[in-house]
């Protein structure tokens, strides 16, 4: 995943998951290239799934 489709799965912003990563309460990046950071979908839908529901 995209830090885009990050953002609107998570309906978290940008800065929000850098926070939670810096923290190691959100899945890390694998860097693809000097610019570009992908996201493991399981992980992603793993971490959605431990979240408590309002």
């Known amino acids: ?7 609107k799965a998570t ?3 940008r800065t929000t ?3 939670l ?3 190691g309460d959100f899945p890390k990046g694998i860097r ?3 610019s570009r950071v992908a996201y493991a979908i399981p992980e992603i839908e793993k971490w959605i ?4 529901r309002s």
């Open 32 to 34: 693809l290239s000097s």
């Open 11 to 13: 309906s978290l912003s």
């Open 21 to 23: 990563q810096q923290r």
């Open 49 to 52: 799934a431990t979240r408590p």
């Open 1 to 7: 995943m995209t830090i885009h489709q990050v953002c």
């Open 17 to 19: 998951l850098w926070r």
